[in-house]
């Protein structure tokens, strides 16, 4: 069972957030101008790292913010949080 | 306003008049005025507006609530904050907020009815509330003057200490308000 | 090697068991093959034993990183059925279930497919149309099926709950009478075993670190136990398989997640089939040796850990002492987390990839035990041929391009 | 014979308080503070069940969570449980115990015939027989699946209840052995907050059996006064009869604390079992040791005990396993038995030492007390039928590889074994430490830590009392100087104890050919003998885990915490490897078995296994005969059945009610979102497929969200109350979905966009007034708005009041009815409603619920999300491209629908379908084909979404996606149902009711 740190409300129990996969995957500006392959690219394909994952949860329960971590898929450890615009 | 008897709290169908002897005591503060408030605190005349309304500046300290008058205002996330006033003034204040508000980037939102509040103390109230909310509730780190949102079971909920220490209070949505009532009823089965 | 029977066991218990031989060799990776397969679960096993059989391939090797059957094949639930919704899922499912009916006899080896069929629950109303959408279309497509009520459900498993009071009451059900479960480990052995009577080598504690390529073109791997070289290699690695796509330079719509199961201390027999619940979110058995044998749903996040949250196994326990209430005394012993490859659409992707000789079979989410010999069979056609087999096809790895996604999510749900 | 083996004196039983038990039908008794095991054995009862395979008999072996062979069916009826471990059962008065797995009875099982058969089932025979003839497969299955399983299961519902309960802590340990409570004690008296948790009744663990003296005084009386002492702190919490079952990820753990079991039954209420989750900041794992058995043929035989399970048996309970012992062992721990039966008047055959010589302080003791000790030899065989009478000893070689000389024949009826000793490491495996070998100790040490925990003392294969103090000291202070707190305790003072070293001894070399002679058991449990390992190791499966999976080792109630060890050991000189390089199997959880009910909790039933949200008018509903539906975790009224009605004939009645005159339904539960802001107008044009720019304020408008791949994810109308405020519908079911997308974009696409969104769910109530009388009820009840068709037009929003309460009142319809959506706050919910049924009483106003709301918009053909689309549904494929707007360059999902698979021209589509008989209503689900007599498979044209017999059109009506259904109008289609009935169709448009829709612009 996570626990993770919201960058908002602190550490709190992994039954508190959701998923919500891989972050950092920018929406094109001009979606009619990309062929269907590099749609499907940004639509579908995922890095699904064994290691190192940058990711966005959503503090369901709490907070409602967004925000990016930086866990490892392997041994789950959250490395870092932060928020929305933010670097790790 | 209609008459106040015209009004029917979410937990009319729930008694917790007859717990077991050494159960918390549960009871209902209906009808509350909750507003939802939202706004940034960088920008001044937000902070300024809500300072002339309520007397106090919105809590910028994730999971705090502060107090002024007759006005709560708990801090619900960075641009987020729910106001509860005593009942039926829910309108006067947002109506205020509003003229206050009227070119600020903000919202006002009235879930008077949306919401509700319960009342939990007595020795065994952290008890009955860890039954299945995840919080750590010991007053070493959940002190009066601060407050969270977390869940309860399956339902969500707002939760703060109260100031005297006797325990906490609980502010929870209406739909879901009956099914966590009957929980901790079921819940209490084991303070006889 | 000796064939398997009574009269070789009889023969073998006169020499006290001394003389069996092994059920596979352990040969030494040789440096050339015509064709290798990475991942020695049901699928590559499968796929390595009818490439062998139906294609006549027996210079090949499946290398595999751990020890055969080792992943998802000796993790999941082993529920056996065909009767998906769409027809591209009903047809390679349903190829699948024929060749479990004949796979104990083709191996030579008892994988104890038991067809006492399966019941898919119904609790809403949407369910049930849901249910009679799949069931009309697995008859038209010539699968066994039909929609059951709720008192017949209870009438074939009496320790069932069908109160209509309950929070998601029991209102129907779909029932596949061939569907089934079947001994997991013996399915990758069974494999294993044939393949190796035909030729091939199975390579293990061999992983894969790299794929080598030549203008396009895949010529082998580099493995912890050195370069093994080949023309066409099959990658069949269920949760990994992003890893190996991206040693091979692109990436797959595949997110991993842990998939939870767990089993109950073993009881004598009281559950002769399988009960599966999507709305309520968990799905039981009873195993020959006695165990309820439950699965739990995916976690949500990304995981290769091989385990999951309690939460989920929570609800999931719930959700079965739900269904089941004279099993709330019943004890778990045990549980357990596989990683399950993930497609937006929740089906497979099997077929040709950019680099050409390059060939994966993967993606099938908390489906893939059932379909361990069909898909060995097409992915044995694709990887020999080049080409994709008329039921792997619109399986294509293109089909995230074309937007033409073969939506099991209505059908399946998490439950498999 | 009955108490002939219970000492006069000692042990922590309670000779005041008899016990009476029944077990297989005969009554015996005990004391209170003996477990079913003890009591068992007091009364000279050994044997107490049969093996799985071979139903061999088998006798009580250990004391504790380890025991294979001690499993019993406790009580009867409801109160049964199936599989409950002798060793760990408290006695208490009544309790009626069984032996499994054996019939007809114990004494004289039929299946033991098995044992006959032996050799025609060696590890995994069922993997090479029983395949033909092919048919027969089931049969055979029957059979073996007859012959599998331990207890039975309950066949009645549970009546006990469980409860769940969460908590935090600085420091949580597990054990309240003497090394759990020098760390509590340490972290205790710093002042943290400190859990400790131990499986037994008593804390003392072990030492409660022990002699030794701790601070001078004797170890039980230091215990004593220890928990006396962690007790009386505020911060500290014990719990008895508490097993950590489970180490997840963040020091989370999962506890079961059995709370009524030790009762008798009558005396039973409440709680059952309570599933504690600790998240600690720091764990210190005190979980000790386990002995281990040692293999030789006929090992398991009632009458073979564990060394220390003796010690336990006399010490703690004061009864004697027996008259007469032999002793065999490879290391030290045995001798203290030795002395153990001596003080208990058990006369001592001979202590038998695998290692060529002792001499420890220990081992000298036991000589000088005059007991015989044989060096350097083994036990080899025992003799006896249902009861070890004698034992075989030869002499062993130096390095343990061989037997040679003359068999000694030794009678006895107690043979105690000890194969040195297993820390549990199961908790620290399970939390991620991989177990590391150790040579010297033979056992598996806890690995380096990955999270912030620590073993201590046997946990960490320190079997001497002083130095597991002194580490277990250092623990807590360690521990609570992580969470902030001064601590300096020093360690409890004891006395040190050196021991010689072990001789590792996985399997007593056989006199026999390998293969041959009687069985050397390593799993007792699921009877895996020394053989089957062989067996495995000879066909190819050379992996720890394959062997584990060919023989079932480990498999059992017991998860092999007895014969693992042992089985690593024999695998590993079978393949001439170290016990380093085969590893162990993967510790996972459940440490021991866990109810179902106590994982489950309270979250079960009707009201709590999932939440169920009520609407304000939930209880008028109840009050007026309403069925629900379940949609979503909401209960929405179904129907409103009058007198018995039926589902049609309740619909009939309430479809023509409302198109008639006026009906009513409660539209509460959809979902209700709050967009404020400037950008809010820009903001929805992302989300929505249409325009939003140019609403006028007072103006609702239908709108569709698609997911990004084009999808129709959720719809629903949106008033545009102000100019930067918008007031959203979405789907009952979609709500917390759509808000949590919408939050998505906001806060990580467009964070610049000055857009707020609030769910307001909860706070309206909603009630929606259909038919043709629906204005003159609103108009009666709602002031302050002008409702004439020409000033309150379709899609229009007011608001007004109902008395002095404002109120909000949309004009729009999902019906093809004139209709308004009256909202009011919820509290005032059910107010506003009665107000109307009175209002519309001199209409016959009728409520309805969402069937009735079902065919009312199938007669219009609107769609609702989730019925009629299922994921791959586009707003084209509805025929419905009018909401998608052909001037925006962007929004959600639009790029998708330019892919190729979305623009073929043959996409099922939506249709509508009337069949040839009118009266015949096609099945929903039912699939659509073009030549019903095609062979298999036959290829598929679409299904029927929603279909409904609609009175108010005089005959059956649905909807269906067709294979390019939008241009095949007038066309003929079949739906091919179960037991051969074909109904024939003729695809329509989906309008059925009021086609130019004068009524919902009346």
């Given at each position: 069972?996570?626990?993770?740190?919201?960058?908002?409300?602190g550490?709190?129990?992994?039954?508190?957030?959701?998923?919500?996969?891989?972050?950092?995957?920018?929406?094109?500006?001009?979606t009619e101008?990309?062929?269907?392959?590099?749609?499907?690219?940004?639509?579908?394909?995922?890095?699904?790292?064994?290691?190192?994952?940058?990711?966005?949860?959503?503090?369901?329960?709490?907070?409602?913010?967004?925000?990016?971590?930086?866990?490892?898929?392997?041994?789950?450890?959250?490395?870092?949080?932060?928020?929305?615009?933010?670097?790790? | 306003?209609?008459?106040?008897?015209?009004?029917?709290?979410?937990?009319?169908?729930?008694d917790?008049?007859?717990l077991?002897?050494?159960?918390?005591?549960?009871?209902?503060?209906?009808?509350?005025?909750?507003?939802?408030?939202?706004?940034?605190?960088?920008?001044?005349?937000?902070?300024a507006?809500?300072?002339k309304?309520?007397?106090?500046?919105?809590?910028?300290?994730?999971?705090?609530?502060?107090?002024?008058?007759?006005?709560?205002?708990y801090?619900?996330?960075?641009?987020?904050?729910?106001?509860?006033?005593?009942?039926?003034?829910?309108?006067?204040v947002?109506?205020?907020?509003?003229?206050?508000?009227?070119?600020?980037?903000?919202?006002?939102?009235?879930?008077?009815?949306?919401?509700?509040?319960?009342?939990?103390?007595?020795?065994?109230?952290?008890?009955?509330?860890?039954?299945?909310?995840?919080?750590?509730?010991?007053?070493?780190?959940?002190?009066?003057?601060?407050?969270?949102?977390?869940?309860?079971?399956?339902?969500?909920?707002?939760?703060?200490p109260?100031?005297?220490?006797?325990?906490?209070?609980?502010?929870?949505?209406?739909?879901?308000?009956?099914?966590?009532?009957?929980?901790?009823?079921?819940?209490?089965?084991?303070?006889? | 090697?000796?064939?398997?029977?009574?009269?070789?066991?009889?023969?073998?218990?006169?020499?006290?068991?001394?003389?069996?031989?092994?059920?596979?060799?352990?040969p030494?990776p040789?440096?050339?093959?015509?064709?290798?397969?990475?991942?020695?679960?049901?699928?590559?096993?499968?796929?390595?034993?009818?490439?062998?059989?139906?294609?006549?391939?027996?210079?090949i090797?499946?290398?595999?990183?751990?020890?055969?059957?080792?992943?998802?094949?000796?993790?999941?639930?082993?529920?056996?059925?065909?009767?998906?919704?769409?027809?591209?899922?009903?047809?390679?499912?349903?190829?699948?279930?024929?060749l479990?009916?004949?796979?104990?006899?083709?191996?030579?080896?008892?994988?104890?497919?038991?067809?006492?069929?399966?019941?898919?629950?119904?609790?809403?109303?949407q369910?049930?149309?849901?249910?009679?959408?799949?069931?009309?279309?697995?008859?038209?497509?010539?699968?066994?099926?039909?929609?059951?009520?709720?008192?017949?459900?209870?009438?074939?498993?009496?320790?069932?709950n069908?109160?209509?009071?309950?929070?998601?009451?029991?209102l129907?059900?779909?029932?596949?009478?061939?569907?089934?479960?079947?001994?997991?480990?013996?399915?990758?052995?069974?494999?294993?075993?044939?393949?190796?009577?035909?030729?091939?080598?199975?390579?293990?504690?061999?992983?894969?670190?790299?794929?080598l390529?030549?203008?396009?073109m895949?010529?082998?791997?580099?493995?912890?136990?050195?370069?093994?070289?080949?023309?066409?290699?099959?990658?069949?690695?269920?949760?990994h398989?992003?890893v190996?796509?991206?040693?091979?330079?692109?990436r797959m719509?595949?997110?991993?997640?842990?998939?939870?199961?767990?089993?109950?201390?073993?009881?004598?027999?009281?559950?002769?089939?399988?009960?599966?619940?999507?709305?309520?979110?968990?799905?039981?058995?009873?195993?020959?040796?006695?165990?309820?044998?439950?699965?739990?749903?995916?976690?949500?996040?990304n995981g290769y850990?091989?385990?999951?949250?309690?939460?989920?196994?929570?609800?999931?326990?719930?959700?079965?002492?739900?269904?089941?209430p004279?099993?709330?005394r019943?004890?778990?012993?045990r549980?357990?987390?596989?990683?399950?490859?993930?497609?937006?659409?929740?089906?497979?992707?099997?077929?040709?990839?950019?680099?050409?000789?390059?060939?994966?079979?993967?993606?099938?989410?908390?489906?893939?035990?059932?379909?361990?010999?069909?898909?060995?069979?097409?992915?044995?056609?694709?990887?020999?041929t080049?080409?994709?087999?008329?039921?792997?096809?619109?399986?294509?790895?293109?089909?995230?391009?074309?937007?033409?996604?073969?939506?099991?999510?209505?059908?399946?749900?998490?439950?498999? | 014979m009955?108490?002939?083996?219970?000492?006069?004196?000692g042990g922590?039983?309670?000779?005041?308080?008899?016990?009476?038990?029944?077990?297989?039908?005969?009554?015996?008794?005990?004391?209170a503070?003996?477990?079913?095991?003890?009591?068992?054995?007091?009364?000279?009862?050994?044997?107490?069940?049969?093996?799985?395979?071979?139903?061999?008999?088998?006798?009580i072996?250990?004391?504790?969570a380890?025991?294979?062979n001690a499993?019993?069916?406790?009580?009867?009826?409801k109160y049964?449980?199936?599989?409950?471990r002798?060793?760990?059962?408290e006695?208490?008065d009544?309790?009626?115990?069984?032996?499994?797995?054996?019939?007809p009875?114990?004494?004289?099982?039929?299946m033991?015939?098995?044992?006959?058969?032996?050799?025609?089932?060696?590890?995994?025979?069922?993997?090479?027989t029983?395949?033909?003839?092919?048919?027969?497969?089931?049969?055979?299955?029957?059979?073996?699946?007859?012959?599998s399983?331990?207890?039975?299961?309950?066949?009645?519902?549970?009546?006990?209840?469980y409860?769940?309960?969460h908590?935090?802590?600085?420091?949580?340990?597990?054990?309240?052995?003497?090394?759990?409570?020098?760390?509590?004690?340490?972290?205790?008296?710093?002042?943290?907050?400190?859990?400790?948790?131990?499986?037994?009744?008593?804390?003392?663990?072990?030492?409660?059996?022990?002699?030794?003296?701790?601070e001078?005084?004797?170890?039980?009386?230091?215990?004593?006064?220890?928990?006396?002492?962690?007790?009386?702190?505020?911060e500290?919490?014990?719990?008895?009869?508490?097993?950590?079952?489970?180490?997840?990820?963040?020091?989370?753990?999962?506890?079961?604390q059995?709370?009524?079991d030790?009762?008798?039954?009558?005396?039973?209420?409440?709680?059952?079992?309570?599933?504690?989750?600790?998240?600690?900041?720091?764990?210190?794992?005190?979980?000790?040791?386990?002995?281990?058995?040692l293999?030789?043929?006929?090992?398991?035989?009632?009458?073979?005990?564990?060394?220390?399970?003796?010690s336990?048996?006399?010490?703690?309970?004061?009864?004697?396993?027996?008259?007469?012992?032999?002793?065999?062992?490879?290391?030290?721990?045995?001798?203290?038995?030795?002395?153990?039966?001596k003080?208990?008047?058990?006369?001592?055959?001979?202590?038998?030492?695998?290692?060529a010589?002792?001499?420890?302080?220990l081992?000298?003791?036991?000589?000088?007390?005059g007991?015989?000790?044989?060096?350097?030899?083994?036990?080899?065989?025992?003799?006896?039928?249902?009861?070890?009478?004698?034992?075989?000893?030869?002499?062993?070689?130096?390095?343990?590889k061989?037997?040679?000389?003359?068999?000694?024949n030794?009678?006895?009826?107690?043979?105690?074994?000890?194969?040195?000793?297993?820390?549990?490491?199961?908790?620290?495996?399970?939390?991620?430490?991989?177990?590391i070998?150790?040579?010297?100790?033979?056992?598996?040490?806890?690995?380096?830590?990955?999270?912030?925990?620590?073993?201590?003392g046997?946990?960490?294969?320190?079997?001497?009392l002083?130095?597991?103090?002194?580490?277990?000291?250092l623990?807590g202070?360690?521990?609570?100087?992580?969470?902030?707190?001064?601590?300096?305790m020093?360690?409890?003072?004891?006395?040190?104890?050196?021991?010689?070293?072990?001789?590792?001894?996985?399997?007593?070399?056989?006199?026999?050919?390998?293969?041959?002679?009687?069985k050397?058991?390593?799993?007792?449990?699921n009877?895996v003998g020394?053989?089957?390992?062989?067996?495995?190791a000879?066909?190819?499966?050379?992996?720890?885990?394959?062997?584990?999976?060919?023989?079932?080792?480990?498999?059992?109630?017991?998860?092999?915490?007895?014969?693992?060890?042992?089985?690593?050991?024999?695998?590993?000189?079978?393949?001439?490897?170290?016990?380093?390089?085969?590893?162990?199997?993967t510790?996972?959880?459940?440490?021991?078995?866990?109810?179902?009910?106590?994982?489950?909790?309270?979250?079960?039933?009707d009201e709590?296994?999932?939440?169920?949200?009520?609407?304000?008018?939930?209880?008028?509903?109840?009050?007026?005969?309403?069925?629900?539906?379940?949609?979503?975790?909401?209960?929405?009224?179904?129907?409103?059945?009058?007198?018995?009605?039926?589902?049609?004939?309740?619909?009939?009645?309430?479809?023509?009610?409302?198109?008639?005159?006026?009906?009513i339904l409660?539209?509460?539960?959809?979902?209700?979102?709050?967009?404020?802001?400037?950008?809010?107008?820009?903001?929805?044009?992302?989300?929505?497929?249409?325009?939003?720019?140019?609403?006028?304020?007072?103006k609702?408008?239908?709108g569709?969200?698609?997911?990004?791949?084009?999808?129709?994810?959720?719809?629903?109308?949106?008033?545009?109350?102000?100019e930067?405020?918008?007031?959203?519908?979405?789907?009952?079911?979609?709500?917390?979905?759509?808000?949590?997308?919408?939050e998505?974009?906001?806060?990580?696409e467009?964070?610049?966009?000055?857009?707020?969104?609030?769910?307001?769910?909860?706070?309206?109530?909603?009630?929606?007034?259909?038919?043709?009388?629906?204005?003159?009820?609103?108009s009666?009840?709602?002031?302050?708005?002008d409702?004439s068709?020409?000033?309150?037009?379709?899609?229009?929003?007011?608001?007004?009041?109902?008395g002095?309460?404002?109120?909000?009142?949309n004009?729009?319809?999902?019906?093809g009815e004139?209709?308004?959506?009256?909202?009011v706050?919820?509290?005032?919910?059910?107010?506003?409603?009665?107000?109307?049924?009175?209002?519309?009483?001199?209409?016959?106003?009728?409520?309805?619920?969402?069937?009735t709301m079902?065919?009312?918009?199938?007669?219009?053909?609107?769609?609702?999300?989730?019925?009629?689309?299922d994921?791959?549904?586009?707003?084209?494929?509805?025929?419905?491209?009018?909401?998608?707007?052909?001037?925006?360059?962007?929004?959600?999902?639009?790029r998708?629908?330019?892919?190729?698979?979305?623009?073929?021209?043959?996409?099922?589509?939506?249709?509508?379908l009337?069949t040839?008989?009118?009266?015949?209503?096609?099945?929903?689900?039912?699939?659509?084909?073009?030549?019903?007599?095609?062979?298999?498979?036959v290829p598929?044209?679409?299904?029927?979404?929603?279909?409904?017999?609609?009175?108010?059109c005089?005959?059956?009506?649905?909807?269906?996606?067709v294979?390019?259904?939008?241009?095949?109008?007038?066309?003929?289609?079949?739906?091919?149902l179960?037991?051969d009935?074909?109904?024939k169709?003729?695809?329509?448009?989906?309008?059925?009711?009021?086609?130019?829709?004068?009524?919902?612009?009346?």
């Amino acid at each position: 069972m996570l626990l993770i740190e919201c960058p908002y409300c602190g550490e709190r129990d992994e039954t508190e957030f959701s998923y919500a996969g891989e972050a950092h995957i920018a929406r094109p500006l001009e979606t009619e101008k990309l062929n269907d392959a590099e749609w499907a690219d940004y639509l579908f394909m995922r890095k699904n790292p064994k290691g190192a994952h940058r990711e966005q949860w959503l503090h369901a329960a709490g907070c409602r913010r967004y925000f990016n971590a930086e866990r490892d898929t392997v041994n789950y450890k959250v490395k870092s949080t932060y928020k929305i615009g933010e670097q790790s | 306003m209609p008459d106040l008897f015209q009004q029917h709290s979410p937990l009319v169908q729930i008694d917790f008049g007859e717990l077991q002897d050494n159960a918390p005591t549960i009871e209902e503060t209906p009808f509350l005025g909750y507003l939802n408030l939202r706004g940034k605190t960088s920008n001044m005349a937000f902070v300024a507006a809500v300072l002339k309304v309520l007397g106090v500046e919105p809590p910028t300290t994730a999971n705090t609530m502060v107090e002024s008058g007759d006005y709560r205002i708990y801090w619900l996330g960075p641009d987020e904050w729910l106001v509860i006033t005593p009942t039926g003034q829910a309108g006067k204040v947002q109506s205020e907020l509003n003229a206050e508000l009227k070119d600020v980037f903000s919202s006002i939102v009235d879930n008077s009815s949306g919401l509700t509040l319960l009342k939990i103390t007595g020795e065994n109230a952290t008890k009955l509330l860890n039954r299945d909310c995840p919080l750590d509730l010991h007053p070493w780190v959940f002190k009066p003057g601060q407050c969270a949102q977390t869940r309860f079971a399956k339902a969500g909920m707002t939760i703060a200490p109260l100031r005297d220490g006797s325990g906490f209070e609980i502010i929870i949505r209406r739909s879901f308000a009956d099914y966590i009532g009957l929980w901790m009823q079921d819940a209490c089965v084991e303070f006889e | 090697m000796s064939k398997y029977s009574i009269f070789s066991l009889a023969r073998n218990a006169m020499s006290y068991h001394q003389n069996w031989a092994a059920a596979w060799r352990s040969p030494e990776p040789k440096q050339q093959y015509d064709a290798i397969i990475i991942g020695g679960g049901g699928h590559g096993l499968a796929t390595a034993y009818y490439m062998a059989k139906e294609h006549g391939m027996t210079n090949i090797a499946v290398l595999e990183k751990g020890w055969i059957g080792g992943g998802n094949t000796g993790r999941n639930t082993t529920i056996v059925r065909s009767n998906y919704l769409w027809d591209e899922s009903a047809h390679l499912y349903e190829k699948s279930m024929k060749l479990w009916e004949g796979l104990s006899q083709d191996l030579n080896y008892n994988v104890m497919f038991s067809q006492r069929g399966v019941y898919n629950l119904g609790h809403t109303l949407q369910d049930m149309r849901d249910i009679q959408r799949r069931v009309n279309a697995n008859r038209l497509n010539g699968i066994d099926g039909h929609v059951v009520s709720a008192q017949e459900i209870k009438a074939a498993i009496p320790h069932i709950n069908i109160d209509q009071g309950c929070r998601y009451p029991i209102l129907g059900a779909s029932f596949q009478p061939r569907g089934g479960v079947a001994r997991h480990d013996a399915v990758a052995w069974g494999f294993a075993r044939g393949a190796d009577r035909r030729g091939v080598d199975i390579i293990q504690n061999c992983e894969v670190t790299s794929i080598l390529q030549e203008n396009g073109m895949v010529t082998g791997v580099e493995t912890s136990r050195g370069k093994i070289m080949a023309p066409k290699v099959g990658v069949v690695v269920a949760g990994h398989c992003s890893v190996l796509a991206d040693m091979a330079g692109f990436r797959m719509p595949i997110e991993s997640h842990p998939l939870q199961a767990l089993v109950s201390e073993p009881i004598k027999p009281i559950l002769d089939t399988v009960v599966m619940s999507n709305a309520v979110h968990g799905y039981v058995s009873q195993s020959d040796k006695g165990d309820l044998v439950i699965g739990a749903g995916i976690d949500s996040y990304n995981g290769y850990g091989q385990r999951g949250s309690f939460s989920g196994i929570e609800h999931t326990v719930s959700a079965i002492v739900e269904l089941f209430p004279i099993f709330s005394r019943v004890r778990m012993n045990r549980q357990w987390g596989g990683i399950v490859d993930t497609a937006p659409d929740a089906c497979p992707i099997i077929g040709n990839t950019p680099v050409k000789g390059l060939y994966f079979n993967c993606g099938w989410g908390t489906g893939g035990f059932k379909a361990t010999p069909g898909s060995g069979w097409v992915f044995a056609h694709n990887v020999a041929t080049g080409e994709p087999h008329e039921l792997n096809r619109p399986f294509a790895l293109d089909r995230f391009v074309t937007g033409h996604l073969i939506d099991e999510h209505g059908a399946a749900g998490v439950a498999h | 014979m009955s108490k002939n083996y219970r000492l006069a004196e000692g042990g922590r039983i309670n000779r005041e308080h008899t016990v009476n038990f029944q077990f297989n039908g005969k009554s015996y008794s005990g004391f209170a503070g003996d477990t079913l095991a003890s009591a068992l054995l007091a009364n000279g009862v050994h044997m107490v069940g049969r093996s799985w395979k071979y139903h061999r008999p088998r006798g009580i072996l250990s004391a504790g969570a380890e025991e294979p062979n001690a499993i019993f069916q406790l009580e009867k009826g409801k109160y049964t449980v199936p599989n409950a471990r002798g060793t760990q059962v408290e006695l208490y008065d009544n309790l009626d115990a069984s032996s499994v797995n054996c019939w007809p009875s114990l004494d004289f099982d039929l299946m033991s015939i098995n044992s006959k058969f032996a050799r025609m089932m060696p590890a995994g025979f069922y993997y090479k027989t029983f395949m033909w003839p092919k048919s027969m497969w089931m049969k055979y299955e029957h059979f073996i699946r007859k012959a599998s399983g331990l207890g039975e299961s309950p066949r009645q519902n549970d009546p006990d209840r469980y409860e769940h309960a969460h908590a935090h802590c600085d420091l949580l340990v597990v054990g309240g052995g003497i090394a759990g409570l020098t760390a509590a004690l340490a972290a205790g008296r710093a002042g943290a907050r400190v859990m400790l948790v131990d499986e037994q009744a008593e804390f003392g663990g072990l030492t409660l059996n022990s002699h030794a003296q701790i601070e001078g005084k004797s170890a039980s009386q230091w215990i004593e006064d220890t928990v006396a002492e962690l007790q009386a702190m505020e911060e500290v919490t014990l719990l008895n009869r508490a097993t950590a079952f489970g180490y997840h990820d963040y020091n989370f753990l999962t506890v079961n604390q059995r709370l009524t079991d030790h009762l008798p039954l009558s005396e039973r209420k409440s709680g059952r079992e309570k599933v504690w989750q600790i998240r600690a900041h720091q764990v210190v794992l005190a979980t000790g040791a386990a002995e281990r058995p040692l293999v030789f043929a006929n090992n398991d035989r009632p009458g073979v005990m564990l060394a220390s399970a003796v010690s336990t048996y006399v010490n703690r309970y004061a009864v004697k396993p027996g008259n007469r012992v032999v002793i065999f062992t490879n290391n030290d721990s045995a001798y203290q038995t030795a002395l153990d039966c001596k003080a208990a008047g058990i006369e001592i055959a001979v202590v038998v030492d695998a290692r060529a010589q002792s001499s420890s302080e220990l081992a000298n003791t036991v000589r000088s007390a005059g007991i015989e000790v044989l060096n350097g030899s083994a036990v080899v065989d025992t003799s006896g039928g249902k009861h070890v009478s004698s034992v075989k000893v030869m002499n062993l070689a130096a390095d343990g590889k061989s037997v040679s000389g003359s068999v000694k024949n030794i009678s006895c009826d107690l043979l105690a074994v000890s194969s040195g000793w297993s820390p549990v490491v199961h908790l620290s495996s399970q939390s991620g430490a991989k177990a590391i070998w150790n040579d010297d100790q033979a056992m598996f040490l806890p690995g380096t830590p990955t999270q912030a925990q620590v073993s201590v003392g046997a946990a960490n294969g320190t079997l001497d009392l002083k130095n597991s103090l002194h580490q277990a000291a250092l623990a807590g202070n360690a521990a609570a100087k992580a969470c902030g707190f001064d601590s300096d305790m020093a360690a409890p003072s004891a006395e040190a104890l050196a021991s010689e070293a072990i001789l590792p001894l996985w399997q007593v070399p056989s006199i026999h050919a390998s293969g041959r002679g009687p069985k050397a058991f390593v799993d007792m449990q699921n009877d895996v003998g020394v053989a089957d390992i062989q067996l495995a190791a000879r066909e190819g499966f050379h992996s720890v885990e394959h062997v584990k999976r060919y023989t079932a080792m480990g498999f059992g109630t017991d998860q092999g915490k007895l014969g693992n060890i042992n089985g690593m050991g024999v695998l590993a000189q079978t393949l001439g490897q170290s016990i380093a390089e085969t590893g162990t199997t993967t510790y996972r959880p459940n440490y021991t078995p866990v109810s179902f009910g106590a994982i489950a909790g309270q979250n079960l039933g009707d009201e709590l296994f999932d939440p169920v949200r009520k609407t304000a008018m939930h209880a008028w509903h109840e009050e007026n005969g309403a069925e629900f539906e379940n949609v979503g975790q909401w209960k929405r009224p179904w129907y409103y059945p009058r007198n018995g009605e039926s589902l049609d004939e309740a619909v009939n009645r309430e479809c023509l009610a409302t198109r008639e005159s006026v009906g009513i339904l409660d539209a509460s539960t959809l979902g209700k979102i709050e967009v404020v802001g400037r950008d809010a107008a820009k903001f929805l044009e992302m989300i929505y497929t249409n325009n939003w720019m140019k609403l006028e304020v007072g103006k609702a408008r239908y709108g569709f969200m698609l997911g990004e791949d084009g999808m129709v994810m959720d719809d629903g109308v949106t008033v545009r109350i102000a100019e930067n405020h918008f007031y959203m519908h979405t789907t009952t079911g979609g709500a917390a979905g759509v808000l949590a997308w919408m939050e998505r974009w906001l806060q990580t696409e467009w964070p610049e966009l000055e857009v707020f969104l609030t769910s307001v769910t909860d706070h309206w109530a909603t009630a929606a007034v259909v038919g043709p009388n629906s204005r003159r009820v609103v108009s009666a009840v709602c002031d302050g708005i002008d409702f004439s068709a020409d000033n309150f037009k379709f899609m229009d929003s007011r608001v007004g009041k109902i008395g002095d309460l404002e109120c909000r009142v949309n004009r729009i319809s999902f019906s093809g009815e004139l209709a308004y959506e009256v909202n009011v706050p919820a509290n005032y919910g059910r107010y506003m409603w009665e107000e109307l049924m009175q209002a519309g009483a001199e209409y016959n106003i009728t409520p309805y619920g969402t069937e009735t709301m079902h065919v009312l918009r199938a007669e219009k053909g609107y769609v609702i999300v989730g019925q009629d689309t299922d994921g791959s549904v586009t707003v084209e494929d509805l025929g419905m491209s009018w909401a998608l707007s052909k001037t925006k360059t962007d929004y959600i999902g639009k790029r998708s629908l330019n892919r190729p698979d979305t623009l073929r021209k043959d996409r099922k589509q939506l249709v509508g379908l009337v069949t040839e008989d009118p009266k015949t209503v096609i099945p929903e689900g039912a699939q659509l084909v073009d030549n019903p007599g095609a062979p298999m498979p036959v290829p598929m044209a679409g299904h029927v979404s929603s279909s409904y017999y609609s009175a108010c059109c005089g005959h059956s009506i649905a909807m269906a996606l067709v294979k390019g259904g939008h241009h095949r109008t007038g066309e003929t289609v079949y739906a091919p149902l179960a037991n051969d009935r074909v109904i024939k169709a003729t695809i329509t448009d989906t309008n059925f009711y009021d086609k130019e829709g004068a009524k919902a612009n009346a």
